[in-house]
């Protein structure tokens, strides 16, 4: 199994800049896809972001393109979430994930077989 835990987040003003990190407890994480989920309070998840297996492609939600970047460094077993320019509507609990790399459609939860906790967004005005 897999083993998620993330960390980095909290309360930033809008337009600063937090960076979330996803650290995976095992050497296989390196062949599963990695995804970013968000949930804010009674509202379903969404999908954020994601990187496939080796790094090679990445996935953006229209909304946080041009500012969010993922990245992922297998030799740490870790994936990454840079997101700047942060506005309010970004306030949300932030969940990695991985699934196995041949589930493509990154944008869907079905594709995650793996689950971090969640860490706290929280943008003020």
């Known amino acids: 199994q897999v083993q998620l835990v993330e960390s980095g987040g909290g309360l930033v003003q809008a337009g600063g800049s937090l960076r979330l990190s996803c650290a995976a407890s095992g050497r296989a994480f390196s062949s599963y896809n990695g995804g970013w989920f968000r949930q804010a309070p009674g509202k379903a998840r969404e999908f954020v972001a994601a990187?496939?297996?080796?790094?090679?492609?990445?996935y953006y939600v229209d909304s946080v393109k041009g500012r969010f970047t993922v990245s992922r460094d297998n030799s740490k077993n870790t994936v990454s979430l840079q997101m700047n320019n942060l506005k309010a509507e970004d306030t949300a609990i932030y969940y990695c994930?991985?699934?196995?790399?041949?589930?493509?459609?990154?944008?869907?939860?079905?594709?995650?077989?793996?689950w971090g906790q969640g860490t706290q967004v929280t943008v003020s005005l």
């Open positions: 990187i496939d297996w080796n790094g090679g492609r990445t």
């Open positions: 994930a991985a699934g196995p790399y041949s589930l493509t459609q990154f944008e869907e939860r079905s594709s995650y077989f793996y």
